[in-house]
């Protein structure tokens, strides 16, 4: 009776280290698949209008550039499924407000994206959207744009409004609008909580100073990379917490200042 406890209790150890490394295998293979679809995505070779509001020129700079990010700070695998996931959730809002009886559309009649380009092709956009008709009651047509976000930023959003939370996307929109010619209605800006599936809406004025700055920071990022020169950085020392979330700190803080 002893010796067939000890069996068991060895069997079930071994079935238990075996399960491990099954999960193990099943979770790496994954990981792995996320990250080298991920390393197959083409490299922007313009300055995109939705990383146009970022607080640092130079990082948006270096990505216009191509630089190769730190090694360091490669994007983990369950970062990039939750960037994945957040494009998902942006397609079911978008089926959301058609089966509420708007009249949505992101694609032309060729199924082509909705967007703009300028400055021979350097600075472009994409747009989630336009509405053009829907409910009494609210003006049309209006740029649509959507996010996600976790339960924390979500309720900034509802707290605060775009603006004053998030001001790449704030920037985003105006220039969106700007170059969509969609300034004459607020823009629907649409939030979905990744956590409770809340949803928050907001009617965002165009802003016409804003949209200028935005379009002026392009401008002088394309003019610096022209003459081989490298935009100032945004902080006096790496431990700025922007600098400490870039992707090129370490190669920023480490080398001199040119291209």
Known sequence: WQQSGLNTQSERKMKSSHLEQTYKILSDAVDKGVKD????QKKRTYLGASSLGDSCSRKIQYRYMGKTPDESSDFSAKLLRIFEFGHVIEDMAHGWLVNAGFDLRSTDKNGKQFGFSIADDQV??????????GPDGIKYPMLWECKSANDRSFNEFVRKGVAATNQTYASQIALYQAYMNLTDNPALFTVINKNTCEIYYELVTFDKLLAQKTSDKAVQILTAVKHNEMLP???VNSDYFSCKRC???ISCWSKPEQL
């Open 233 to 235: 950085r945004i902080a």
């Open 37 to 40: 679809k991920n390393k197959e």
């Open 247 to 249: 992707e090129f700190r």
């Open 124 to 133: 472009k956009g994409h747009i989630d959207g336009v509405v053009c008709g």
